[in-house]
């Protein structure tokens, strides 16, 4: 079967009737056109001046797409209009996600935030940089004789993994399982919202499964563990309650098993094809550590989604309540208007503009933890292996989805240059 042939047996849902026709582009948020060129290129090329602000498409169960920087941390900023009900697509689908606190708005979810807090804050994130350290010298070690690796498989779908378990005490044996339900909600298979909807239903439940005789087993005990901290503390002063415990602790697994992973990812193909800006943090200590944001910037990798919360009119747009409004984080760090010359990863540039970590009451609990990955793999890796390039012929494979992917990064150094 031909891609048009593929692409016109897509869903599509009838327009509703506030929706004028003007807004109406053709955009799948799980097959973007052109991602064979790479995810950012493909969502990028959607951000053209005649493209709304707000642009609605049928496909995904029939979806509102912002397309703009500023409007995309708008939506995130303002729970009371756009509401954290339902936040993933298609909306079928986001109806069978259970994982709290990030399906609730204020007052309901600030507890429970707050409980996140005490165990990914900045100063319980520090006391584990030698930790994290050692996992990543423990990848890069083996590989730096050999003169080549595919970084993506052996190095960043590993590390953050091995960094995450090692907080949550548990086994790496696990991991398998566990990433196959993260691939299952964050890119999830079907033909239709029903059959996605499906997929992604019996991945959250593989999750809850998964954690319910462990949430059992450590509740009441005096555990140090990242679950033990969170089963053990209170909302509101009392205990929380199982089932939010579960949902809780399945959005931990899904969040240490597929975003940190991808986002590293990315970040290495364009290290490895621009050499120079390799070379700009290689003596540099200082630059690396403040361009690290520069880099959440320049490759954000999450496109979820609110949902209005009653009727409005936006930007001159009549919003229904119901509607939902997929926010591409991508379109903000790439949005010229946010960031001059977006494409260029510029290690010196003041206050990076990007919704990389969401923003508002859902700004990303797990923030500090990723950018510690993030500057402690640029450290250890250019340590070992300052200079690098993707293998001739290098055909990466780029996903996209709720969180997108790239599998197939090769890389290749001279052994006799490394460290």
């Known amino acids: 079967m031909t891609q048009a042939a593929v692409a016109d047996s ?16 053709d955009i799948d948020m799980y097959a973007i056109d052109g991602i064979e060129n790479g995810f950012h290129e493909a969502w990028k090329a959607i951000q053209t001046p005649d493209t709304p602000e707000l642009a609605w498409t049928p496909l995904t169960g029939g979806h509102w797409v912002a397309t703009r920087g500023e409007v995309i941390k708008e939506i995130y900023s303002d729970p009371s209009r756009f509401s954290s009900q339902i936040i993933f697509l298609p909306k079928e689908a986001g109806e069978k996600y259970g994982m709290v606190p990030t399906r609730m708005d204020p007052p309901e979810h600030t507890p429970y935030r707050k409980l996140l807090d005490t165990g990914l804050n900045p100063a319980q994130i520090r006391k584990m940089e030698d930790q994290v350290r050692q996992a990543a010298a423990d990848l890069i070690e083996p590989m730096v004789a050999r003169g080549q690796c595919d970084f993506a498989a052996e190095y960043a779908n590993v590390f953050p993994v091995k960094v995450f378990m090692a907080m949550a005490d548990l086994p790496m044996s696990d991991v398998p399982k566990l990433a196959v339900f993260a691939q299952d909600m964050t890119r999830p298979a079907g033909n239709s919202p029903e059959e996605m ?4 239903d019996a991945a959250n439940k593989g999750f809850d499964a998964y954690v319910d005789p462990i949430i059992r087993e450590r509740r009441g005990k005096d555990g140090t563990d990242l679950i033990s901290v969170m089963v053990n503390g209170t909302i509101n002063g009392e205990p929380m309650p199982h089932d939010k415990a579960v949902g809780l602790i399945s959005l931990l697994l899904l969040g240490g098993l597929d975003t940190v992973v991808n986002f590293l990812s990315f970040a290495m193909i364009y290290l490895a094809r621009h050499p120079e800006k390799v070379a700009e943090i290689r003596d540099d200590e200082l630059k690396l550590r403040r361009g690290v944001e520069e880099l959440f910037r320049r490759f954000p990798v999450v496109s979820d989604a609110r949902m209005v919360a009653t009727d409005l009119t936006y930007r001159g747009i009549e919003l229904r309540r119901g509607d939902m409004i997929l926010l591409p984080t991508a379109l903000h760090g790439l949005d010229p208007d946010e960031n001059e010359d977006p ?8 206050a990076p503009q990007h919704s990389t970590f969401a923003a508002g009451p859902h700004r990303c609990a797990g923030l500090h933890l990723a950018r510690l990955e993030a500057t402690v793999t640029l450290q250890e890796w250019i340590r070992r292996i300052p200079e690098f390039s993707l293998a001739p012929g290098a055909n990466p494979v780029y996903h996209s989805g709720i969180v997108a ?3 197939n990064v090769p890389l290749i150094w001279d052994p006799g240059k490394a460290a």
């Open 343 to 350: 494409w260029n990863l510029d290690w010196d540039r003041k």
């Open 405 to 407: 992917a790239v599998e």
């Open 197 to 200: 909807a499906a997929t992604l």
């Open 10 to 25: 897509r869903v599509r849902a009838a327009r509703p009737a506030h929706v004028p026709e003007a807004l109406v582009r």
